[in-house]
């Protein structure tokens, strides 16, 4: 009796899709449970009207009819002063994302070139932070701008001497980009360091035999070089920074609001859940234009250095 043979492949092949799916389908069913499917909850109800007392009203007419409407945003695009909270929102998130990028570069590159036994230490300082609470750190800022903390009154002092008027540091917008660059700081510094750890010294040290000058190593060598930890914190910074409301709320003042300030009032305050709807679209769009800018910069450079 002849046996069949099975080749090897042909085994191998199943067990090779069983091992892609177990561990891709956990991610996956991750992102299309909490983030897909909300997000098309969102869109839904962004079509449909508030009810009487805040919230949905019913998709149904008195008619039995589909009750959806534009009117969300068509709200959105006439009425200016949404638009210019969020333009007011993308300036604070691109002065954050500058600002986090021209402090970390520097303390990313001291991290990279220092000796190894100290960059773990180094490391664990940056991340410090993440081990206290989110709202205790912002709150914190409270008592340093204060218009009774030392900082305040040495500005101010320091006016004085020149002839300008006392200012105020709380509650401004100032404020809010100091509380912005203070909790997203980490997250430039750890994709350049990243970045800056894997260059190979051999290249500076060549161009410094060749007569190269620091500023020349660093603008034609190091710095072409990290532009992918520029483009992933400049994503890892920009992103969450544009729709966070937590800091402008404690930190800002009456004029500083953010359009996650004004989303969380749509949901929680005013209660009108399709126009909230309409805007958290409106702000995810923006986040993902943002994201999808950053690849397609990265991407001819990546592809040029293999």
């Known amino acids: 009796m002849n046996k069949q043979v099975i080749p090897p492949q042909m085994t191998s092949a199943p067990r090779g899709r069983l091992a892609r799916w177990l561990i891709s389908g956990p991610p996956l ?11 098309l909850i969102m869109v839904f109800a962004s079509f449909r009207f508030a009810g009487d007392y805040g919230g949905l009203a019913p998709i149904f007419d008195e008619l039995g009819k589909l009750d959806l409407t534009f009117d969300n945003y068509v709200r959105f695009g006439s009425d200016f ?32 070139r220092s000796p190894k036994k100290y960059r773990d230490l180094l490391i664990l300082l940056v991340i410090l932070p993440f081990w206290s609470n989110f709202l205790i750190r912002v709150y914190a800022w409270m008592i340093i701008l204060g218009p ?91 992103i969450p920074a544009l729709g966070i409301f937590a800091v402008s709320d404690i930190l800002g003042g009456t004029g500083s609001d953010m359009i996650g300030n004004v989303i969380k009032q749509q949901f929680l305050e005013t209660r009108d859940w399709p126009f909230g709807s309409v805007l958290s679209i409106v702000l995810t769009v923006a ?20």
């Open 287 to 306: 986040a993902l234009i943002a994201a999808g800018v950053a690849v397609l910069v990265a991407q001819p450079r990546r592809d040029k250095h293999g």
């Open 29 to 39: 069913f991750y992102l299309l449970l909490f983030f897909a499917i909300p997000s």
């Open 148 to 238: 009774q903390s030392g900082l305040t009154q040495a500005v101010n002092y320091l006016l004085g001497l020149v002839g300008i008027e006392p200012v105020r540091l709380l509650f401004t917008g100032f404020a809010v980009v100091v509380g912005l660059v203070y909790v997203h700081l980490p997250f430039m510094v750890l994709p350049l360091y990243a970045n800056l750890e894997k260059h190979d010294p051999a290249l500076v040290d060549a161009a410094q035999d060749l007569g190269a000058s620091a500023w020349q190593r660093f603008w034609r060598i190091t710095f072409p070089l990290s532009l992918p930890g520029v483009y992933a914190g400049a994503a890892l910074v920009f």
């Open 81 to 112: 002063i949404y638009t210019a909270i969020f333009l007011k929102s993308l300036m604070y998130a691109i002065v954050t994302t500058c600002c986090c990028l021209l402090m970390a570069y520097p303390l990313a590159l001291l991290i990279a």
